[in-house]
């Protein structure tokens, strides 16, 4: 039973605009969500966090914003770059720092230059 | 600092085979974490080892097992090889006093059986 879900096995954008990169979850006890990224032949790599207490964490070109009520998270990148093309992991757990962590299937994003 | 380090790379094996695969955490790290990453599917938690004790593991068979060594690297064992072993398997690892949940992994074991 996959409890965290990313619809969107793949995206594409062009340079300069936004990318939108979704995440459902079923499980209403999650309160910590991340998000990972992977290149071809590495390991996925920590990109940004978000805390059920907030609705919204922003690095940079990088924003999250996650819907409690609707048990959704999504990640912006504004502007795309074309070294943003990866596979975006969105990944959930029950507390900050727990040891078990829910990941999604992925989304592979395209920056078109 | 050097990462989180996997080997083999790539490996094949054969059917009833076994697989062992290993990783080396962050110097610091007590905290190793195996995930397997089957096609279409998302990573999958298998194993979790701190302090050299199995803490958690996912809904894998009894044929997947592993240890955690004094010096914090693990090995994942997988006895009995079916094909539907075939994935990537990445470990990851955490520790020290920032428990933010952030896991740092490896680049993976590809295994592939056939």
């Known amino acids: 039973d996959q409890q965290v879900k990313q619809n969107s096995p793949s995206l594409s954008v062009q340079e300069g605009r936004i990318s939108i990169l979704n995440c459902d979850y079923t499980?209403?006890?999650?309160?910590?969500f991340l998000w990972y990224k992977k290149y071809p032949a590495e390991g996925p790599t920590f990109l940004i966090s978000i805390s059920s207490i907030k609705d919204k964490n922003e690095d940079g070109r990088f924003t999250v914003f996650l819907n409690k009520s609707a048990k959704h998270l999504s990640l912006h990148i504004v502007p795309s770059q074309p070294g943003d093309s990866a596979v975006y992991f969105c990944?959930?757990?029950?507390?900050?720092?727990?040891?078990?962590?829910?990941f999604g299937t992925g989304t592979r994003l395209t920056v078109i230059p | 600092e050097a990462g989180v380090t996997q080997s083999p790379t790539h490996l094949i094996k054969t059917r009833g085979q076994q697989a062992t695969l290993r990783c080396s955490p962050i110097?610091?790290?007590?905290?190793v974490y195996w995930y397997q990453q089957a096609l279409g599917l998302g990573l999958q938690f298998l194993l979790w080892?701190?302090?050299?004790?199995?803490?958690n593991r996912g809904n894998f068979p009894p044929r997947f097992s592993g240890r955690q060594f004094p010096n914090y690297s693990s090995e994942l064992n997988v006895n009995a090889l079916e094909l539907e072993d075939s994935a990537l398997y990445l470990c990851?690892?955490?520790?020290?006093?920032?428990?933010?949940?952030?896991?740092?992994f490896g680049e993976g074991s590809r295994l592939t059986v056939l």
């Open positions: 990944a959930a757990s029950v507390q900050t720092g727990a040891n078990n962590l829910f």
């Open positions: 080892y701190d302090e050299g004790e199995e803490r």
């Open positions: 110097s610091g790290h007590t905290s």
């Open positions: 990851a690892s955490r520790g020290g006093p920032s428990n933010t949940g952030e896991l740092f």
């Open positions: 499980n209403s006890m999650f309160d910590y």
